[in-house]
């Protein structure tokens, strides 16, 4: 019941939750992220991102991480990829009560304004793992955070992936590229190995005509879209009433 009650508070304020879902799709489009850091590893991330000309990547900061290298989480948002939230320490968000779910939010967000020296304020957030619950979603949802789960994920953190490479290049190819999922694509920059193939990712989506974006432009497209399906089915009606009247 209390659940019921801060989402219908939090829509009334902030309209609907915008979250990228599993079941989400966005052919032709994707958004690279990159979960648990910042640490040296993902300086060559960075690096393969220039090179490779790619704006708009996803850093989805623990707040244990960012205490740790804030120099390495200034040069992510110099280089002007965006910042999302993954919590200070990394728990099953679930297992937690409200005040802890919204002390680690809170943890993460103050180790980002002090990297930087300044407010920035972090809109979106990835759970880690992935788990969620209804409770979870209306707490985030009373925060005002957009909620990022993914579309692809090559599983890089596992050992077996980590020693063959080519496995995780073969999962994003076979999801993104051909079954057309497109999307956020799950990787984690804490491992050496996934820094060291992000260019053979990077040259694979381009040269099958995958277009790097952000994830603003993916949650704009797929709620601007939602906005208009009451008002393509209310003309559906209308022109169908035109038409038996006729």
């Known amino acids: 019941m209390i659940c019921k009650i801060i989402r219908k508070i939090a829509g009334t304020i902030y309209g609907p939750l915008r979250m990228i879902d599993y079941s989400d799709r966005f052919e032709g489009r994707c958004v690279l992220t990159f979960d648990d850091g910042p640490n040296e590893n993902t300086i060559k991330v960075l690096d393969a991102l220039k090179m490779g000309n790619v704006h708009g990547a996803t850093f989805c900061v623990q707040g244990t991480s960012v205490r740790k290298y804030p120099w390495i989480l200034r040069r992510i948002v110099d280089d002007g990829h965006t910042l999302a939230n993954h919590t200070y320490d990394h728990p099953h968000l679930p297992e937690l009560t409200g005040r802890q779910i ?6 993460c967000q103050d180790a980002v304004n002090d990297a930087l020296g300044k ?8 759970p880690p793992y992935g788990s969620l619950d209804y409770r979870v979603l209306a707490i985030l949802h009373a925060l005002n955070l957009e909620v990022l789960l993914w579309q692809v994920d090559p599983k890089d953190f596992l050992a077996e992936n980590q020693l063959n ?3 995780i290049v073969n999962v994003v190819f076979e999801l ?9 694509i799950l990787f984690h920059d804490i491992h050496e190995t996934t820094a060291d193939i992000i260019p053979v990712i990077i040259r694979l989506l381009g040269s099958n005509g995958i277009e790097f974006t952000s994830v603003n432009e993916l949650l704009d497209r797929k709620y601007h879209t939602l906005s208009l ?6 003309k559906v009606r209308q ?3 035109d038409c038996i009247q006729v």
């Open 165 to 167: 490479p080519d496995s």
């Open 176 to 184: 993104a590229v051909k079954r057309g999922y497109g999307g956020l």
């Open 229 to 234: 399906l009451p008002r393509v089915w209310h």
């Open 102 to 107: 919204v002390q680690q939010l809170r943890m």
């Open 239 to 241: 022109n169908h009433r």
């Open 119 to 126: 407010r920035y304020r972090l809109t979106q957030m990835r």
